[in-house]
């Protein structure tokens, strides 16, 4: 049966869950079916990211329109895509690829180009009838990835808070999806109780999670865990917990500098002092423990900690196959973040898992501060098997459509639904079973 082909490409401007604009597409294709994707925004964003195309026209949402990328698509994307089979990615996304002609979609956007490059992809499952998880699948095995909860907001997403970006609770010893989602609502509804109880605040940052006014680093993790045993869970066991240090916020000159507790650490010391949390907490992964060009320090960081945490690369690699390559060669990580608009399209997305894979690297779907109401990167995590997923706390509508999805796809699978669990951290699981630091 021949393809449906792309008939056009439509676009227009809508807002994230910050207010702020957003392109969205929908692929309209021969055999009537369409499909529509919108593209989020991050915050704290790496300096090799792909172009969020902006119009810089300050009369207009302080400048953060998107009504040039809108045009792309419509008056240069649509035109070249027509009659191209759209149940071909890899076709669709090199016509994408090939108009912008820049390394870091300078020209079209990578707002413009993902936004197209997903709503082809989800047209085309709809033309063939099949959900966006197994159209993407190819056929390969599918899971359901570990849930990671960013339950207390700090860094970029909650200017009041702690210098570590993201405090994560991660319930990757329970058998199911479901129960990981259950457990991480209660943990992040015990946690509100106790920074209510103790006078800290349970206002909400960008990701829904908490942010709270603490005097250091240090006390999100003691409350983390009181929250995972006061809400019935095995800390180190059923619930783990993981932080992103979004380090790079925090860099200057060679010095890292955690504001809120008045101290300057130099590489070796910062991660000295994580070793130190390691030991003390049920740490099972750190994100962007070091500055995205500190190749040094990422070293020495994978050295030290590497064989007992997940330590994951995502301002350092950016989603970019050049990159991730570089990390493999240098031993800089042991996984990287997987987020589509940090590279442009979900063909170069494949890739970048596909050769996280092939080091034998964790991979971690992710989505941005900035969300719409956009599920795809939930289809994603189960038909590419990637295994873990982050996408904000258990709260804020944008962040909730994600988990729900991944609720009926668990569903749908029946019997044949398979939940990552521990397996996605192979590589740690003599950390938790006592092995010292």
Known sequence: MAKAAVEKVTAREVLDSRGNPTVEATAHLSDGASAWAMVPSGASTGRYEALELRDGDGSRYGGKGVLKAVANVEQVISPALKGVAAGVQEAVDRILVELDGTPNKAKLGANATLAVSMAAAKAASASQGKPLHVYMSGGGPAGLPVPMFNILNGGRHAHNSIDIQEVMVVPAGLPSFAEALRCGAEVYHTLGRLLRERGLGSNVGDEGGYAATLSANLDALALICAAIEDSGYRPGDECFIALDAAASEFYDDGNYTLACEGRTLSSDELIDLYRSWVQEYPIISIEDG??????????ELNR???????????????????????GVQEAASNAVLIKPNQIGTLTETLEAVSMTKAAGWGSVMSHRS???????IADLAVGWNTGQIKTGAPCRSERLAKYNRLLKIEDELGDEA???GMAAFPHICSRMKGASL
């Open 370 to 376: 900035g969300e719409t109401e956009d599920t795809t």
């Open 304 to 326: 030290v900690l590497g064989a007992r945490v997940q330590l994951v690369g995502d301002d350092l690699y950016t989603t970019n196959p050049r990159r991730i390559q570089t």
């Open 418 to 420: 398979s939940y990552a």
């Open 290 to 299: 070091l500055h995205e060009d500190d190749w040094a320090g990422w070293r």
